[in-house]
């Protein structure tokens, strides 16, 4: 496959509000699990879900929200997680080739995430492709549509 999918995502928070501890674990924060559910949201839109399942690369140009000094490493880790949880990819383990540009603010903050697949050997682990469907049919049901 070297079909290249292009996703417009939110901003998203930094690892420091994406996980949270309580009592000895680390557990996702309410911040952490809304992220996820929008990026969802968007890749179900864009039906990007379960494309990848070799090796990859991805470019990812990062327009934050204001022009307060961000270290653009620590977005990465809830950026990539949020989006093997979407099913774009089986495991963020296959992406090796990582490039991260900032570009000038803009209001709100915005991520364009562009991934493709630079090798077709298979990354082995189940269970993540339909993520994205589940998802959607829940946000369906709880909207009430």
Known sequence: MT???ALTLPYPPSVNRYYRNVRGRT???AQG???RRMVA???FLARAAAQFEGRLAVQVEVQPPDR????IDNLGKSLFDSLQHAGVYLDDSQIDDLRIVRLPPTTGGIVT???REISN???RKTGTASTV??????SVAAAGE
């Open 133 to 138: 469907a589940r998802h959607h049919k829940r």
């Open 33 to 35: 699990r809304a992220y």
């Open 3 to 5: 079909e290249t999918i």
């Open 27 to 29: 557990l996702i924060s």
């Open 113 to 115: 995430v562009k991934i």
């Open 41 to 43: 949201d968007c890749v």
């Open 68 to 71: 307060r000094r961000r270290d």
């Open 121 to 123: 050997e298979k990354i």
